[in-house]
């Protein structure tokens, strides 16, 4: 009997410590997401140009681009906005800063381009927003911000070196600093949607 009390009370610390690594489902999805992000981004990089020249060739490229960046201001609003509804002014604000991250994508020179900052901004969202339920859960995490942008330029960074042994892709230093460039601009511009709606405090 001893013996079985003491098996069952392991199996159950066993499985409570399985679930505190994430504080609420929410996390473990958003966590979940982010890693299948990277899988993509990784398990893709030998076909990246290959698709791109497709694309054009068949005048598919800026509908592709279109929904990606739709895909993405819907990713960043519906967990910015948590039901809630923001002001006048900081709606204002953070349509700005999504005006802002659109002309920046539009304007990238090159499919590629295009398709690091929606690859990179959307793995900095996942990953911002994944601390930040993990913060509002009780968690202490210094500066979400910072470690979301942090994690998702460490794989921008592992994404270049990879392409050193892939003979159809070239390592780019340049590159290295556009996926940290849309790493920020990720999170900046879901900061703003969730300042936006962040409750006021009365008086």
Known sequence: MAHGAVRSHSAAMDASSATARFTTDRERNLWLLAGAVVVA????LGLARTLAAELTNREMLDGISALALLTLFAVVLLAGLKGRVPSAFHAAI???????YALVFLRAASPIER??????????????????????AGRNIVRPGLVAIGAASLAGVLDELIQLIIPSRVFDPIDIGFNVFAAFM????SGAVALAVRPRRAG
Do not use: D, N, Q
């Not at 981004?41 to 893709?44: A, E, L, Q, R, V």
């Not at 996942?126 to 993990?134: G, N, P, S, T, V």
């Not at 990720?186 to 511009?189: I, Y």
């Open 41 to 44: 981004i990784y398990s893709t």
């Open 94 to 100: 953070a349509l700005g800063m999504l005006a802002v």
């Open 115 to 136: 398709s690091h900052m929606f690859e990179y901004s959307l793995l900095a969202i996942l990953i911002y927003e994944a601390l930040l339920e993990r913060s509002s």
């Open 186 to 189: 990720g999170v900046a511009v």
